[in-house]
């Protein structure tokens, strides 16, 4: 993991999160690079370093509680899940002037560069990918999982998502933004015009269960010989359907449209099985999210997320590409070949 010096005043804060956990420091702490909504550190203590996370304001205690016990179960069999440290009160969350933190062990790894993976690798995430599903599929809150309880993050108001990009247009055009971001809203726009709408309803079959929900290559943590050591950030785990997390998967790994699509569903493979309707409908759920997904730019120019900047290149890129049917229709085939 990546690592950065942090201030006095957040080192004072660690060692009040590390008290009920009656660890001491050793030594300074650093702050763990990469993440764009929680705020995570690296702290050395007498019985070695720990990972820190202070969630962010807007999750909930109740929710950061589901994805501690998520975690744990999980890790409880045999995935490589970082489960959190418990306080000697038993906790999993110490509340720290109104914020909300947790510890984890620290695990020595490192998080690939997004879309440097080697072969070895994509296969080795592919099947952690489908040992986790598979092992999800066996969760309580896989039974009677549907899709529809995805449809509230991303539902396909055409009418909203041309309101929110009008929105962030004209702030975009106030803050000088750039001619090639201007230009790619504008596309997104004339898409969201023309394109013929889809029906949530004629996905909501796709077969659905428990999931990581963020699950791609900057959550994992690499180990030696082109091993999983550990998957992070659990915040996300929700009923889905289990073809959008691994088309999601792909996509933020950057390798959807690669050579290195066929080693991660060669991994994928060992455990999982899809049918052929799946990855065909799951290619067009997917491209429906992209078309009206604003949320990258609502972060930045309506919420003032500038960590989501890294995002806008690749955003457009691959809504251009995912555009054009022949694409979308290439890939499906790529799926359909590697995991039915």
Known sequence: MDTAVISHSDIATLDRVLQPFELSRTGEPSEVEGGSLNDNYRVPTDVGPVFARRNRPDLERGRIEHEHAITRWVADRGAPAIAPRASAEGETIIEVDEQLWAL?????????????????EAEAIGEVHAQ??????????????????LKE????DTAAALEALAEVEE????????????????????LLETEPPRSFDEFDWLPCQLLHGDFHDQQILLGTGETVAGVVDWEMTQPAARIWELIRSLHYSKLLETDLLEHYLGGYHKHMTLTEDECRFGVEFWWQNRLHGTWVYRAYFLEGNERVTAFFPETD???????????????????????T
């Open 171 to 190: 702030r975009a055009t106030e803050a000088g933004a750039s001619a090639n971001l201007l230009e790619a809203l504008t596309f997104r726009r004339q």
């Open 132 to 149: 986790i599903q598979r092992l999800l599929a066996d969760h309580p809150e896989s039974e009677g999982a549907s899709i529809k309880l």
């Open 104 to 120: 984890f062990p620290w695990v020595d790894g490192r998080v690939p560069a997004r879309g440097q993976i080697t072969p070895g």
């Open 317 to 339: 890129r691959h809504l251009r590409s995912f555009a054009d049917p022949r694409q979308r229709e290439e890939i499906a085939n790529r799926l359909v070949a590697a995991i």
């Open 153 to 156: 993050r991303v539902d396909w």
